[in-house]
């Protein structure tokens, strides 16, 4: 996981299967191990009930309840009022939406881990819009209130009509309560359906109900639910 290692300073590995048997975990760890590593993350199916015992056995903690969301592009559907000005993000919107990225994430599983320090988390999310910006994303929309940027969403559209996905998505902390997740969203479907793509998904966290309310608002109905494990070495 050479993001995580890059972030935090901590070789980090990943276990890639959903339902791994306890003798695969006990396998990967000791090549973990093997290789110094000093946190392991696993991604295990909701209903993974053996691997989620077994997991617990081995120390690993349940971090996080990762909710995958989907929406079906069709017609669009109603929208919230709001006087926010949508546009494409630019250079000069660039520290104000690193302190929205900074304040926007922290029902995420690095900041619950509670073993990565709460300034390296927004660290990372930080460096996430910032190189959303500079390509790694298809577009970050943004909006602006009062002359500045307030909130965005990025935006990663697939070739071929597969899904396109939502990668960030936040809002400053003064502007929320006036409508303005709806507003980014709508623009983002709308710019979805321009790809075009047949299908959306975006990530959030069980717990971060308000967000699940935002997609839910626009059309998005859970479409996965999973479990994040940590384990420190």
């Given at each position: ?23 695969q975990l006990r396998t990967a760890l000791a090549e973990i191990r ?200």
């Open positions: 996981m050479d993001w995580d290692e890059a972030v935090f300073g901590v070789r980090t590995a990943r276990l890639v299967p959903t339902e791994p048997d306890a003798a093997a290789w110094d590593g000093r946190v392991a993350h696993l991604l295990l199916e909701s209903g993974a009930d053996e691997s989620a015992r077994a997991a617990a056995d081995l120390g690993f903690r349940c971090v996080d309840v990762r909710v995958t969301l989907r929406w079906a592009a069709g017609p669009e559907p109603a929208s919230m009022a709001t006087g926010a000005l949508l546009r494409p993000a630019r250079d000069a919107d660039l520290g104000a939406l690193e302190r929205i990225a900074r304040a926007s994430f922290g029902d995420s599983r690095y900041y619950r881990d509670g073993c990565y320090p709460a300034e390296r988390c927004g660290d990372l999310y930080a460096r996430w819009i910032r190189e959303s910006c500079a390509g790694a994303a298809d577009l970050v929309l943004v909006a602006e209130a009062a002359g500045s940027a307030a909130g965005f969403v990025t935006c990663h559209a697939r070739a071929g009509g597969e899904a396109g996905s939502i990668g960030l998505f936040g809002v400053a902390l003064e502007a929320r309560g006036a409508g303005l997740a709806s507003r980014l969203l709508g623009g983002a479907q709308e710019w979805f359906r321009g790809v075009p793509v047949g299908a959306v998904i975006v990530v959030t966290q069980g717990r971060n109900v308000a967000a699940q309310r935002a997609y839910q608002r626009r059309g998005f109905l859970t479409h996965a639910v999973q479990l994040w494990y940590h384990l420190w070495l």
